[in-house]
Structure formats: C-alpha cells, structure tokens
C-alpha cells in the first residue's frame, strides 16, 4: 500500500469514526447537522452516510420541518445488523450481555458459579459455553457478532492473559488464548480486560454520570479495584495496570490478602472479607448478600459495625485516589451500590479526615445506578471499539 493510500484510508477512518460518534451522542439528527457538529465538509458526510447506510449502521427515520427550507430527514443508529457480547467473571458468577449497535439489548444472562474454588480451566471452559449461546442468540436475531469482551477482577495484560487475580485465587492464567480455544470461533475478535474499567466505561458511556470529565468507580464483589476515567478518557497506564486500589496496604499486619500480603484493602472491606467478618454462611453468593443487606437493614449491630468498619477502610482507600487524581464523582459499584447507606457515613467521614484539599476537593461519593450491569456492559462498549476507530464489519 502507497503511502498516499495509507494517508487516505486513515483519514477516511477518522472521518467515519467521527461520523460514528455524533451519531451516538446526538441521534436524531440530519446529515447537515453531522457536517456542523463534527467539522466535515458536507460531500465528506454524505458519501459516509452512504456507507454508513448500506451496511445498515445507519437508518433513515422520520423528517422534520425545520423553520427554513425543505424538511429534513432524520439519521439514527440502526442495531438490526449487528450487536456485541459482554462477559463478566466473579465471585458470584458468570454474566452475559449482548448488546446491538445501537445500544439496545438483546440478551442478558447471569449462572451462579462455577465458583471462586473452581479454578480458571472450569470456569474458561464454562465461560465459553455461555459465550457460544450468545453468539447463537444474537445470531438467531439476525445479527453479526463483532466481537467478545471479557471482564476479570484483576489484573490483565495486553495479550488479555490474567496475571494476577487474587480475590479468585488467579496467577499468569492466558485467559483470552484459551477462551478463544474453547469458544472455538475464530472469526470472532475476544478480549480480555479489568472489571473496574469496564465498569466505569459503561458508567462514562450510559450511566446518570456519561461524560463526567473525571470519574472512578470501585467495586468489591470479589477484589477491589477502581476504574478509573481521566480527563474524558479510560485511565489505561503503561501497561494496563491500573485500578488496583485493593492491594493499598493499610494494616502491616493485618488480615492476609489474596495477593499474599497483609492487610491490603481488599483483605478488609471486600465482600467477601465483610461476610466472612459479619458470620454469613450461606454457600450461595447472592444469598449471602441478600442475607448481610436484610441484617444491616434490621440494624443488627454486629452486622453494622463490620460495615462500619468496611466503609471507613474504603474511604481511605478513596482519599488515596481523591488525593492524587481529584475526581469530580466516585461511584460505589455491585454489592457496595446496595449496601451504601451502611457504608457511607463512615466512608465519607474518612474520605475528609485523609484528603488533603478542602471538601474533598469537590468529589462527590455515591452508589451506581447500574450495580450488577456495568461491567458486562462496558464489555459490549469496548467490543464496539474497531468501529469507535472507523473500521467497518466486512460486509
């Protein structure tokens, strides 16, 4: 390829994936109002509406009158020719969501287990096998699979193998190789990415927050990790190791962490450290969690003050982030956006003893709206992210 055709074909690239964007944040709306919102000349537009269309990325709706000259009509995003799938692993099980193109869903599943004790070989193996009923799904509606992406709590590496997940007991496991393996689809793109950061992506995208500037999310179903956005975009780091909040030590000799360890913040304010402090026994995850919300409910002191406790630890742990990235809001994810009016009194009043800039440097803590769906849809988000660049399905 000629050096002048590379040039061409990454401007067109941008040009799409612009077209693509405005699409998305502005839909309904006319190609003259594309050409304005994104800079490009009206002859650039149309020619990519014209792709756009007939590869059925885009449809035609209703016209509208406007207040001078001939109606308009409308473009949006159309979902009916392709979609994406979301998977999410943690300690409380498997989660599948598919969603199309232009945002809609068209399958969520969740199975308990196989199990934090289960090991990485059964749960990839399960993992696949829910993986090839989705794409089985989604293509009984019609619709291409553009790609699968994977959500671990932990830490992952940019060949998508699991390095380190300590809440599930994980070292050096090349999850995405063996996925790919098992599902047994080539043709489909999989990859393999930090909960957390999907997790905030979804929030960034398409929670009651999309398009904060500066945005953190935790979770701590089976780790804790922040994801993490920055000045409008997905905190990404050197190597993709970013988040990894949990492993902040706070008490040297405190209760062993996953990692090997002491008293990291995962070992003292993650689910599973505040259910094994708060005595719950249920062998069933969601029972379990059912069980410490009905307890804190009921006021239950025992209960209370491990949460207490827990909630204090993870404002530390938050004024560490607030103190160096000054984040606008901090959204409590999964089980911590249920349990967060036990956590936050406690949480908020160490979050303003350990941040050294007044008021918390404006940070405003609060559960998510999207508890047990964030990570699985920020998967489907980021399989999304070849045409986010311009490169269009092969048709």
Aim: proline fraction near 5%.
């Amino acid at each position: 390829m000629s050096t002048q055709t590379a040039d061409h074909t990454h401007i067109r690239a941008t040009n799409l994936a612009a077209v693509l964007g405005y699409l998305r944040r502005e839909a309904p709306c006319s190609r003259a109002a594309i050409a304005t919102g994104t800079g490009l000349n009206k002859a650039t537009v149309t020619s990519i509406v014209g792709d756009l269309l007939e590869r059925r990325l885009v449809r035609e709706t209703q016209q509208t009158q406007n207040h001078v000259g001939r109606p308009a009509t409308l473009l949006v995003l159309d979902g009916s020719a392709y979609a994406t799938i979301g998977l999410e692993v943690s300690a409380r099980g498997l989660t599948a969501l598919g969603c199309d193109t232009a945002g809609e869903q068209v399958l969520r599943w969740h199975r308990a287990g196989p199990g934090v004790d289960a090991g990485p070989a059964k749960t990839i193996a399960s993992l696949a096998n829910l993986a090839r009923r989705a794409v089985t799904a989604v293509q009984s509606s019609g619709r291409q699979v553009l790609g699968i992406t994977v959500g671990v709590p932990g830490l992952v590496n940019r060949d998508g193998a699991v390095v380190l997940a300590a809440g599930l007991g994980w070292r050096d496991v090349p999850m995405r190789a063996e996925l790919v393996a098992a599902i047994g689809r080539p043709d489909i793109p999989v990859t393999v990415d930090n909960d957390a950061s999907l997790g905030v992506l979804a929030e960034h995208l398409y929670g009651p927050h999309a398009g904060t500037g500066n945005l953190i999310r935790l979770t701590g179903d089976t780790g804790v990790g922040a994801g993490i956005i920055v000045d409008g975009k997905p905190l990404e780091g050197h190597l993709g190791y970013v988040g990894e909040i949990g492993h902040l030590r706070l008490v040297p000799d405190g209760p062993r962490c996953g990692c090997g360890r002491r008293g990291c913040l995962e070992a003292l304010a993650s689910l599973p450290a505040i259910l094994a402090r708060a005595d719950v026994t249920d062998s069933d995850p969601q029972l379990q969690l059912e069980e410490l919300i009905r307890r804190a409910d009921a006021q239950e002191t025992a209960v209370t003050q491990v949460l207490a406790e827990a909630g204090a630890y993870l404002g530390q742990g938050i004024a560490a982030l607030v103190n160096i990235l000054n984040p606008e809001v901090v959204l409590l994810g999964g089980a911590y956006a249920l349990l967060a009016d036990h956590l936050t009194p406690a949480l908020d009043k160490a979050l303003r003893e350990a941040t050294i800039a007044p008021d918390a440097g404006g940070c405003t803590v609060l559960a998510s709206t999207l508890p047990d769906t964030a990570t699985p849809l920020g998967a489907t988000a980021q399989a999304l992210t070849p045409l986010t660049r311009g490169h269009l399905p092969v048709r």
